[in-house]
């Protein structure tokens, strides 16, 4: 069996995957971190699968398979969004609650930070970006706050200080809200700057091109914009497997309070299965 964890991050899901494999299986991991792959590798060295991993954006997903001399694959897993590494590390700018710089690029590789995105675009791009991507309320008055900021030469330049600038211009943002009032914006500048929207509909895309018959497709989403992307994409292309997507129970909540917002949808590739051998290897899930 082959299987592509397409976020391999600290390789916690490719553990457990790796470990049910055994011997005869692929596992392939991709991340575009080079810092979270390095504790990938050290954490899946000494498992039994032929594992190979590769510091690439799923988009790619496809070449890398080939690459190896696969044309198909049996399962793509993607689990979406930040990793905890990455957001406890505050040189990486992705936490409001730590103070880094403005820089909230998965892929460091990447040219584009969240300070050129809030210096260089326009008004109505920056209106569009919390709202679209944050669903911000207040997007217009941030986005003009924003440019009158940097018209004055202000713009905060760490995570920190641009989370109290946005908490002085959200109504009752100095107040006890429920969310932290930048959470929306730092939410909609992570998904800009890293292009998630536009990178999951490709990888999505690449899944099913190199899914085989029967293969299935699993992924964790945490907000509703991806996860109306991988709904509707799966009601299109694919066969889902559960009508509602799964979500923690309280026990694994507790445990992991990011959870709390994680839904998994697995959807399985139209066809039959052309290899029988796959059907003894369907607890492999
Ligand atoms: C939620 S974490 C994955 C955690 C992982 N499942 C584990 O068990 O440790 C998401 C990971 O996806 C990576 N990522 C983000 N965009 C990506 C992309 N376009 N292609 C590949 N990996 C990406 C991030 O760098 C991050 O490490």
Known sequence: MVVIDATVG?????????????EEGVLIGLDVDTQILAHARRRLKDLPPRIELFESSYRHLDSVLHGLGFERCDRVLMDLGVSSLQLDRAERGLSFRLDGPLD????????TTAYDLLSRSSEEELVRIFRDYGEERYARRIAGEVVRARRQGGLPRT???????????????GGRRRI???????QAL????????????????????????????????????EDRIVKNFIRDRMTRLHRKPLTADEAEKSANPRSRSAKLRVAVQEGMASDPGMAAQEDIQ
């Open 10 to 22: 600290a390789g916690g899901h490719s553990e457990g995957i790796a470990s049910r494999l055994g």
């Open 104 to 111: 909230m690029r998965m892929d460091p590789k990447s040219e």
């Open 159 to 173: 995570t920190t200080a641009f989370a109290d600038f946005v908490a002085r211009i959200v109504p009752g943002g």
């Open 180 to 186: 932290h009032p930048a959470t929306r914006v730092f």
């Open 190 to 225: 992570r998904i800009a700057v890293n292009r998630e929207l536009e990178a999951l509909r490709e990888g999505l895309e690449k899944a099913v091109q190199v899914l085989r018959p029967g293969g299935r497709l699993a992924v964790i989403s945490f907000h509703s914009l």
